[in-house]
């Protein structure tokens, strides 16, 4: 089994590398006998004719979530970090070539300032496009929300890493028993961020995408005044239940935020996987 | 060189004084008060001074990081007796030092604590941690205390074995004979390891409130109740040696390197629709064939050999949320309106206690459609209160759900629990 494993990894890197799915096929170096099944589109039925949504709804939650992926992208940092609170009103209606586009009015929280955080007003237009493989389009209003309001925190923390001796490396964050150190709770945060340019990318309104775990964080050498960190994560996608591993690199500056460099999406094979710490 | 001579005779007078005054007082194996500093040199006269004071054994100085270049944090572990001492000379010599550890003993003491948790075992259910994770053999020991120690309460039944044969174990809460039966089970996906750990929480409640909470005490003198707390077992297993996420059973599929079958697909309704997958790979693939899982037809075999039950309720996470039947159609079941209400109020009461939201509805709008689930067979066998649970969080954590929010989470999930059995009390069919 696992010389198998190795063998159709092996293969996998030979060849040239698959483009990213957009969907949630189980991992490619992994298929057995026949291809993997596409992922499960809802049928027909189960999109909502155009007009108001339930917003407890998925449909309505998927599409507040992607809102939520841009929002980070933008405005996330290793101390700030933003969380669907609740989606109070959104609609849907068919658009040309076969696209949809979502009206969402929803309220984010930032995870970094703690349950106790204030709730920030949004309101959004989410469009998916018809093309199966084509990442949708978002605009986005937040209320009192600066472009890049870094905090005190942030240039504390850039003072600390950005020294030339720092090297960072960890693994399993958070652990199997949830824990995160203090030390590792604003990498986790930038992991997330980072982690929202694909899950943003990779979404469709068959998707609902969680960052699950950080597999790893390696510091690389720093790069015109940028922390520059190698992250392994993985998502978590609700519908399918899939864990999908990315590798990637990103940038991070208290002046030009997240930005992410390279991805590469890697192939997990259940049965040849890691212990957990 | 000569000034730093100089400079050296005259500190290390000052310390060799001082360091008289406090005599050491060896020979005890505690650490209380001890501390760790973080020593900054600004010149390689400091440097030369604190290598000096590392060869003064009698203060029992243990340099984790020796002094070495201005550019490098000197650290010096130093025993509560030496302290005052060492404070002195650094301050003397006017060497920046900040304090990296308080007390030694506190950090030894967290460190016990967080292994005594994991590798104590306990002699009692009342001994046994609750505000932890803990792996198969520890729960499986703590349900045989229970019995043990609620012998006319509590007894354990062996439904059937996993593929891997470890026991199905469902522990049966019972005052009387031939009584409707309420069930519960938690853990039949493995990773989402708060529903094992709430199911262990449960059992312990339900024998502390017999006979002190009253209406507790009134369902459990009119129904039985049935906990299967790993309803996994072999994936469970898998999460502590092999991979945290994993989710499905762990039957080879033939044919396919793939292995597991998701326990949630396998159920005789729906089965093989598009709400599961029919690639063994998949973490939903729904299996070769209907109750193909011993797991799941262990579960199918009870049920219908006990044809006397009256909700049944399981348990997953993560999402907040409260899902009652159908996962494979849109078509609204008989009783919607009355499981739409009833959902309603347990969220009310679980969001009572913590203020955490849920959001309820039927599996197929409020989450995804999904086909062969549990709830779905469950709710055409005529067991009408038939509810899925997904527990916390909302993603923040997701499966990895740090240990300290295990009692809160199973706490506000009881009040639900609580809710949809007294009205299952309350409304006999």
């Not at chain 1, 090297?167 to 028993?177: F, L, T």
């Not at chain 2, 059937?160 to 522990?171: A, D, F």
Request: with cysteine.
């Amino acid at each position: 089994m696992k010389v198998f494993c190795s063998l159709w990894l092996l293969l996998s890197l030979v060849k040239l590398s698959p483009a990213p799915p957009a969907s949630q096929d189980p991992p490619f170096a992994c298929r057995g006998a026949g291809d993997p099944a596409p992922p499960q589109p809802e049928t027909p039925e189960d999109m909502a004719s155009s007009g108001d949504l339930e917003p407890t709804h998925y449909p309505a939650r998927r599409a507040a979530t992607v809102a939520l992926h841009q929002l980070n992208t933008r405005h996330g940092s290793p101390h700030r970090l933003f969380a669907l609170q609740e989606v109070h009103k959104a609609s849907a209606e068919d658009v040309a070539a076969g696209g949809r586009k979502y009206s969402l009015d929803f309220s984010v929280t930032d995870w970094a300032s703690g349950s106790a955080g204030p709730a920030l007003r949004c309101s959004a237009e989410v469009m998916f496009p018809g093309t199966e493989r084509s990442s949708p389009d978002v605009q986005l209003r937040c209320e009192a929300l600066q472009q890049i309001n870094s905090t005190a925190q942030d240039h504390a923390f850039y003072q600390k890493y950005i020294a030339p001796e720092s090297a960072v490396s960890a693994q399993h964050i958070p652990d199997s028993y949830g824990n995160v150190s203090e030390e590792m709770q604003p990498f986790w945060r930038l992991a997330r961020v980072a982690a929202s340019f694909i899950m943003l990318r990779e979404s469709s309104e068959n998707t609902e995408f969680n960052m699950a775990q950080v597999a790893s964080v390696t510091q690389q050498e720093s790069s015109e005044k940028q922390l520059m960190l190698e992250f392994v994560v993985l998502l978590h996608d609700l519908p399918s239940q899939e864990i999908v591993q990315w590798k990637l690199l990103a940038s991070w500056s208290p002046d030009r935020g997240v930005r992410v460099l390279q991805t590469e999406w890697q192939p997990r094979c259940p049965h040849d996987t890691k212990p957990p710490n | 060189m000569i000034l730093a001579r100089k400079f050296y005779s005259s500190k290390m007078k000052g310390l060799l004084v001082l360091t008289a005054l406090f005599v050491a007082v060896f020979g005890k194996k505690t650490f209380e008060g001890d501390q760790v500093l973080r020593i900054t040199a600004k010149n390689e006269a400091q440097i030369f001074l604190l290598k000096e004071l590392s060869e003064q054994e009698h203060l029992g100085l243990d340099f984790w990081r020796e002094p070495v270049h201005e550019s490098l944090p000197v650290d010096v572990y130093v025993p509560f007796h030496s302290l005052q001492a060492v404070r002195v000379f650094l301050r003397y010599n006017q060497i920046q030092y900040n304090v990296m550890i308080m007390d030694v003993q506190d950090l030894l003491d967290d460190e016990e604590r967080e292994m005594v948790k994991y590798r104590t075992i306990p002699r009692s259910t009342d001994d046994f941690v609750y505000t932890a994770y803990h792996d198969l053999n520890s729960i499986y020991s703590f349900m045989d205390m229970l019995v043990a120690e609620n012998s006319n309460l509590v007894s354990k039944i062996v439904i059937g074995q996993s593929y891997e044969n470890r026991p199905l174990n469902v522990l049966k809460f019972s005052t009387g004979a031939n009584r409707p039966g309420i069930w519960f089970d938690t853990g039949i996906h493995s990773r989402e390891w708060v529903t094992q750990a709430s199911g262990i929480w449960f059992a312990k409640k339900i024998v502390t409130d017999y006979g002190r909470d009253p209406v507790l005490t009134d369902i459990l003198n009119n129904y039985d109740i049935f906990l299967e707390i790993i309803a996994n077992p072999d994936g469970f297993v898998y999460t502590h040696s092999n991979d945290r996420m994993w989710r499905k059973t762990r039957k080879p599929n033939p044919g396919s390197s793939c292995v597991g079958v998701d326990p949630n697909r396998n159920w005789e309704i729906g089965f093989g629709g598009p709400g599961a997958s029919s690639n063994p790979c998949s973490q939903t693939y729904h299996g070769p064939s209907v109750h193909s899982e011993p797991e799941v037809k262990a579960i199918v075999d009870f049920v219908k050999s006990h044809g006397k039950l009256k909700a049944f309720l399981s348990i997953h996470s993560y999402s907040q949320m409260l899902l009652y039947p159908y996962g494979y159609t849109r078509t609204s079941a008989k009783d919607q309106v009355e499981l739409h209400e009833l959902a309603r109020k347990a969220v009310s009461e679980l969001q009572s206690l913590h203020n955490t939201a849920y959001t309820y509805g039927s599996v197929i709008t409020t989450i995804y459609q999904a086909d062969g689930i549990t709830v779905d067979w469950t709710y055409e066998q005529g067991i009408k209160y038939s509810y899925t649970f997904e527990l916390r969080d909302t993603g923040r954590y997701g499966f990895l759900l740090p240990a300290d929010q295990i009692i809160p989470t199973a706490e506000e999930t009881w009040l639900a629990l609580m809710a949809i059995m007294e009205h299952t009390k309350n409304n006999p069919y």
